[in-house]
């Protein structure tokens, strides 16, 4: 099993990164809360890892804290939940918002994480409920660096997390100003999504 990686941070292309550990590089998929707070590439990075093996797969995950790693393996426990709907809620909410809407039983705002309708916003209110509280979040803060194409690269991680492709084109649209990088118009693109 891997659990941690410290390397160099090779690249970032929502919602993939590249870390070179002793040579070798690792490729793993990040929520956005993570790669918000990634540093510039060429520095230093450590993440904490989640390895799946599926039959025909073999998937890394990365997180910058323990809480989001925490929360993306408990909500895989939930029946309908897969890895993917559990990157896209680490995208759309923090792990303490998340915990507090949990703890509220607040379904009509689960329900606007791309990829979770009622019966499974249900579902992880019942069976999470008396876990989730135990998740802290920490703050984000700090953004990455201007790519080339930030809106064509949010519009592509607007897709990975589940929203049709017209959708993450208004979404990404919508969002973007004079200025933003991907990480910034994916932000404002779920914060408008999700109504906040």
Known sequence: MIGRLRGTLVSKRPPWVLVEVGGVGYELEVPMSTLYDLPDIGREVVLLTHYAHKEDTDALYGFLRDDERNLFRGLQKVSGIGARIALAVLSGVSTSDFARLVQAG????????PGIGKKT?????????DRVGNVVAVPAAGAAPVPLDPRGEAEAALQQLGYKPAEATRLATGAAGDGDDAETIIRKALRAALGR
């Open 106 to 113: 607040d379904v009509a705002a689960l329900t606007r994480i």
């Open 121 to 129: 916003a249900e579902r992880i209110v019942v069976e999470l409920r």
